[in-house]
């Protein structure tokens, strides 16, 4: 009986620390969620807000209105959906081709593939490869260079080898032929991979950020993450100073609220599409991974 109501100080100590560390990593969020929804009067007033007495949309009215913002989020969205897709399609087919023993020049592609995951060429030959595409301050710039990924194609390569051969052999006496047997039963059992990678790769072109800043000048085509890095950053950019400019009848609207609710918005359709996928992330994963 003694035994059973001794304190287990380890469980304690431990949930007590999961604890804090939880609420220290979920503070900065809760703040820049709730400095979004502040009324830019009593953030003026106040400062700190952490618990804001009026909650109110003016931010993210004023940022949805703003033709930069828009152009910014579509450029985003398309990066997100169109890259995703090629890249899906670019990666599975390759995965596929390399997971089949029957492919003349198996071993070497699988080496050349291998090399690109162990030695990247750098920024410089990037840039030039770029350059001589013809691709400079174009949205393809951020699509093209990063199509597909050498680990990605292992991984993929790793589930594709989980797939029976004589899965393949039925389809082919059924009169199927190689596209027929890639898009009609290959890529619908491989759903769950499909959904991991593509998260992987959504995830990807919508914090695209680097590039955009080495190959995009237009204005116009630079995505979300680099207008939110200028919103961040710089005090002068075309939507900060926007929002010093924007005055009501009463009062403007601080640049603080605007840039915490910039981060909201490039955050929230992520945080969106992860529940949904999960299941398949988990799963999709972990097969690409033991199976390579």
């Given at each position: 009986m003694l035994q059973n109501k001794q304190i287990d100080w380890f469980s304690v100590i431990n949930i007590s620390l999961l604890t804090i560390i939880g609420l220290i990593s979920i503070f900065p969020i809760y703040y820049v969620f709730a400095v979004s929804f502040t009324d830019p009067s009593e953030y003026i007033r106040n400062g700190l807000v952490l618990f804001p007495q009026k909650w109110t949309l003016r931010s993210y009215q004023y940022l949805l209105s703003t033709n930069a913002f828009i152009q910014a989020t579509g450029n985003s969205i398309f990066l997100a959906t169109v890259g995703t897709a090629l890249s899906l399609l670019v990666t599975s087919s390759l995965s596929y081709a390399l997971s089949r023993k029957r492919f003349a020049g198996r071993k070497f592609f699988l080496l050349i593939i291998l090399f690109t995951t162990l030695f990247n060429p750098g920024i410089i030959?990037?840039?030039?490869?770029?350059?001589?595409?013809?691709?400079?301050?174009?949205?393809?710039?951020l699509i093209i260079p990063a199509l597909t990924s050498g680990w990605y194609v292992l991984l993929m390569k790793g589930f594709f080898d989980s797939?029976?051969?004589?899965?393949?052999?039925?389809?082919?006496?059924?009169?199927?032929?190689?596209?027929?047997l890639f898009f009609r039963i290959v890529l619908p059992l491989s759903m769950p991979a499909l959904a991991a990678f593509g998260l992987f790769y959504a995830v990807?072109?919508?914090?695209?950020?680097?590039?955009?800043i080495l190959y995009i000048n237009d204005f116009h085509k630079q995505p979300l993450q680099v207008l939110l890095r200028?919103?961040?950053?710089?005090?002068?950019?075309?939507?900060?100073?926007?929002?010093a400019a924007a005055i009501n009848s009463e009062q403007r609207i601080p640049p603080e609220t605007l840039k915490m609710a910039a981060v909201i918005i490039a955050t929230l359709p992520i945080m969106m599409v992860y529940p949904f996928l999960q299941k398949h992330f988990a799963k999709g994963a972990m097969i690409g991974s033991v199976k390579a």
């Open positions: 030959p990037a840039y030039l490869l770029v350059r001589e595409l013809g691709l400079i301050n174009s949205i393809w710039s797939i029976p051969a004589d899965l393949e052999d039925a389809s082919r006496i059924d009169g199927c032929n190689d596209t027929g990807g072109y919508w914090n695209t950020f680097f590039n955009a200028n919103m961040l950053i710089e005090s002068s950019t075309a939507v900060s100073g926007e929002a």
